[in-house]
């Protein structure tokens, strides 16, 4: 047990950001241990609606289309989900394309992610496909997740907070984006890596620092040049 919390520990020492590439720190995000509430304990009304959902995601994968989008929802890494959120977003997004607006998202995204240090270290949630002990639809990045907290869901986070980050910069593209940040957190449901109430919670947790973010001026500053560069772009096409 001690050789799997050394490992879980050096694993998210390795993931953690350097404090240049994020606007705040994760004592400066809000601490989502005080306010969010607990996850939810087996036998409770909550835990059943978490089972009945693993249910449906399961279900749902039986649609090819939506369990190739779950799979390709599993990407976590900026540079892939932003060629993902293109579409919806209106433009190719990229470092070499759109490099102020790359460098918001990018740094924005790492710094939402923070926030879901906390909760996840201190409840340490057990996974739903590990509960089961059933497939999910990404079996590669199973046994590195097997042994991190559920709830909350990293990547739920850093989808709704792409979403929340490029309707600002292109707010004509709203729907389009909350619709597709929306999905990218059901799909965590449907893979199998998370319940609906690591879903549920993440979201919450990526508008609370999304809004802790406009007290930065650094991402107020780099805000403003992306919407800058976004509209020069426009402008050309």
Same mark, same amino acid.
């Given at each position: 047990?001690?050789?799997?919390?050394?490992?879980?520990?050096?694993?998210?020492?390795?993931?953690?950001?350097?404090?240049? #590439?994020?606007? $705040?720190?994760?004592?400066?995000?809000?601490?989502?241990?005080?306010? $969010?509430?607990?996850? &939810?304990? &087996?036998?409770?009304?909550?835990?059943?609606?978490?089972?009945?959902?693993?249910?449906?995601?399961?279900?749902?994968?039986?649609?090819?289309?939506?369990?190739? %989008?779950?799979?390709?929802?599993?990407?976590? +890494?900026?540079?892939?989900?932003?060629?993902?959120?293109?579409?919806?977003?209106?433009? +190719? @997004?990229?470092?070499?394309?759109?490099?102020? @607006?790359?460098?918001?998202?990018?740094?924005?995204? $790492? !710094?939402?992610?923070?926030?879901?240090?906390?909760? /996840?270290?201190?409840?340490?949630?057990?996974?739903?496909?590990?509960?089961?002990?059933?497939? !999910?639809?990404?079996?590669?990045? +199973? +046994? *590195?997740?097997?042994? !991190?907290?559920?709830?909350?869901?990293?990547?739920?986070?850093?989808?709704?907070?792409?979403?929340?980050?490029?309707?600002?910069?292109?707010? *004509?593209?709203?729907? #389009?984006?909350? /619709?597709?940040?929306?999905?990218?957190?059901?799909?965590?449901?449907?893979?199998?890596?998370?319940?609906?109430? =690591?879903?549920?919670?993440?979201?919450?947790?990526?508008?609370?620092?999304?809004?802790?973010?406009?007290?930065? =001026?650094?991402?107020? *500053?780099?805000?403003? %040049?992306?919407? %800058?560069?976004? /509209?020069?772009?426009?402008?050309?096409?």
């Amino acid at each position: 047990m001690m050789a799997v919390m050394m490992a879980g520990a050096m694993t998210a020492m390795a993931q953690k950001p350097a404090i240049d #590439e994020v606007y $705040l720190t994760v004592d400066e995000v809000p601490n989502a241990v005080y306010w $969010l509430p607990v996850p &939810p304990e &087996p036998g409770s009304t909550q835990f059943v609606h978490d089972i009945n959902q693993y249910y449906w995601g399961k279900a749902q994968r039986q649609d090819s289309a939506r369990a190739q %989008k779950a799979i390709h929802e599993a990407d976590h +890494e900026v540079k892939d989900m932003v060629r993902q959120f293109s579409p919806a977003f209106g433009m +190719e @997004i990229s470092a070499e394309k759109t490099p102020a @607006i790359y460098k918001v998202v990018n740094r924005a995204v $790492l !710094t939402i992610r923070l926030s879901a240090a906390k909760p /996840k270290n201190t409840y340490m949630r057990q996974r739903p496909y590990v509960r089961f002990s059933e497939p !999910t639809l990404v079996p590669k990045d +199973e +046994e *590195e997740l097997r042994n !991190t907290g559920s709830y909350p869901s990293g990547h739920t986070v850093r989808g709704w907070g792409m979403a929340l980050l490029l309707s600002e910069i292109n707010p *004509e593209a709203q729907d #389009e984006l909350f /619709k597709l940040g929306y999905e990218w957190g059901q799909s965590r449901v449907i893979a199998g890596f998370h319940w609906q109430s =690591d879903v549920d919670a993440s979201r919450m947790l990526a508008a609370a620092t999304y809004a802790r973010l406009h007290a930065c =001026d650094a991402f107020n *500053e780099d805000m403003e %040049k992306a919407k %800058k560069e976004f /509209k020069k772009l426009k402008a050309q096409r």
